[in-house]
């Protein structure tokens, strides 16, 4: 029996600093290197996740945008992917300009990973974000340039709940949606992915790659269930929300108190 490992990463690989410790490094670097087969899903960018783990350098797939790419963690190499259709891109397109509300746009633009939004039109939270940005990804773009070019595969939609609600019920039947409120800004967001582009979706793909047998996850808020629900054992942080603590098999120690790496200890046996 083969078993993948994967830990979400904000809330629950990550501490309060937003920052692996040195703990949860070395722990999941001597279980990788024992055989340990381990992945952390997230819907972060590599650019953003890379720094926030920087100590922890074991080979490992990384699931990323919360399912829209697998990574190579130490070449980059894209294991797999997940696009809009050009019929979906111009759905949305259509949507967002309809109800001139203008999101920002992660897309391969000459083969290069870009996100693009426009300066002028963009809300003050989706600019506050995009401040805290900075690296070759960003792609300010004026109001006469289109923001839905390139290969699309992310879409993040930053305002109030009372404003993202309704886009949020007109579109979660026909894409993969998630809309919740960021555990730091407590901005609220609304990320738009290709429906076949989750992190429940990404793992059992990347179960298959690897030849795993079972799954266990780790886990701390709403957009963790879809994976929780595909795993064979589902491990709950302290400090999670209780709907996913309800689904859990177990409740683990606290983000803060490195619980993963902890319960990796006391549990790892070897496959």
């Known amino acids: ?28 670097a001597h279980y990788v290197n024992k055989g340990m087969l381990f992945s952390y899903a997230t819907a972060r960018s590599y650019y953003s996740a890379k720094p926030a783990t920087m100590g922890l350098t074991a080979k490992i797939p990384l699931i990323l945008y919360n399912g829209a790419f697998i990574i190579d963690n130490i070449t980059q190499e894209i294991i797999l992917s997940n696009f809009f259709s050009d019929d979906e891109v111009a759905d949305l397109s259509l949507f967002f300009s309809q109800n001139h509300f203008y999101p920002i746009v992660y897309s ?19 600019l506050d974000f ?32 009372e404003k993202l609600e309704p886009f949020y019920q007109c579109l979660k039947n026909k894409y993969q949606c998630i809309f919740s409120q960021d555990i730091y800004s407590q901005d609220w967001w609304l990320e738009i992915l290709p ?14 790659y690897l030849h795993c047998d079972k799954v266990i996850a ?54």
């Not at 690296?135 to 305002?159: M, T, W």
């Open 108 to 126: 391969f633009r000459n083969n290069q990973e870009k996100f693009s939004y426009y300066s002028s039109l963009a809300t003050k939270e989706e």
């Open 218 to 271: 780790f886990g701390d808020g709403l957009n963790d269930i879809s994976m929780f629900k595909i795993a064979d054992e589902c491990y709950a942080v302290e400090n999670a929300c209780e709907q996913l603590k309800q689904l859990a098999t177990a409740i683990i120690g606290h983000h803060d108190q490195d619980g993963v790496a902890k319960w990796i200890i006391d549990n790892y046996r070897g496959d």
């Open 195 to 208: 429906k076949k582009a989750s992190k429940a979706n990404a793992i059992l793909q990347l179960k298959d």
């Open 1 to 28: 029996m083969k078993t993948l490992y994967v830990s979400d990463l904000d809330g629950t690989l990550l501490n309060s600093q937003q920052k692996t410790s040195n703990f949860t490094n070395q722990t999941i």
């Open 130 to 161: 995009v401040s805290t940005r900075h690296d070759i990804r960003k792609n300010p773009i004026q109001q006469s340039e289109p923001l839905f070019s390139g290969d699309v595969f992310y879409i993040s939609c930053i305002a109030t709940k």
